[in-house]
């Protein structure tokens, strides 16, 4: 299957500092990216459509202002958890729609936020 | 947001045995997803069904499509230990659309 990568895989900051999440699809071209935050326990809740070219569209009780996103090119969607506080602690994954397969997404392996 | 009734919620099973998890859905989807994650980890895509009554197999895992188009099931044969972690079901309803997850299914192998 497709291979999509994030970077860094964990990160621990302090509150009211910025972190930036990156997205890659490594082999493919991917016209669309979905951003999910994931509890402890809990399933993928969506949390924002990234488009290239294009602005995000948020889920519902998701803050745009807070978790601004960025899709510069196929490969490469961005998260920045912007003024971090400890509840936004959690599990961040990226998934990319590959342009041409027909309803498969690949998932990343996923980034570890810690906030102190 | 929107899920998946996915069951059940946990199993705790020996190993060999045979294990099955179903999701139902009160809307019709066009794609099933079966997704496989495991701690530290994101999910990684085992099967994928794009008909109704599509039965389709990876190895020692079966699913179906149902033919309602609401709901599937993942079987998996003659489980093995490394085959502990959380089983996702996911919808799609059009093409590129975003995915809605059931609430995962975490099985434990007894070896």
């Known amino acids: 299957g497709a291979v999509v990568s994030q970077h860094p895989s964990r990160v621990i900051c302090k509150s009211g500092t910025s972190v930036k999440i990156e997205c890659r699809s490594l082999d493919f071209q991917a016209t669309t990216m979905f951003w999910y935050r994931q509890f402890p326990k809990q399933s993928l809740m969506l949390m924002a459509t990234?488009?290239?070219?294009?602005?995000?569209?948020?889920e519902q009780g998701v803050e745009k202002d807070k978790f601004l996103i960025n899709h510069a090119s196929l490969t490469l969607s961005t998260l920045t958890v912007t003024s971090a506080h400890p509840e936004d602690s959690s599990f961040y994954i990226c998934s990319a729609w590959a342009s041409g397969s027909y309803n498969e997404q690949f998932f990343g392996p996923g980034t570890r936020l810690t906030v102190l | 947001g929107q899920q998946l009734n996915q069951s059940p919620q946990s199993m705790f099973i020996q190993e060999g045995e045979d294990v099955s998890m179903n999701c139902t859905s009160s809307s019709i989807f066009n794609t099933w997803l079966w997704y496989k994650q495991e701690p530290g980890e994101g999910p990684v895509l085992l099967i994928a069904l794009y008909k109704a009554g599509e039965l389709t197999s990876n190895g020692r895992l079966t699913a179906q499509f149902g033919i309602t188009r609401k709901d599937s099931f993942l079987n998996i044969s003659a489980s093995i230990p490394s085959d502990v972690g959380i089983y996702f079901c996911?919808?799609?309803?059009?093409?590129?659309?975003?995915?809605?997850f059931g609430q995962g299914t975490e099985l434990s192998v007894k070896p």
């Open positions: 996911a919808g799609v309803y059009n093409q590129g659309g975003k995915l809605i």
């Open positions: 990234s488009n290239e070219g294009s602005k995000a569209t948020y």
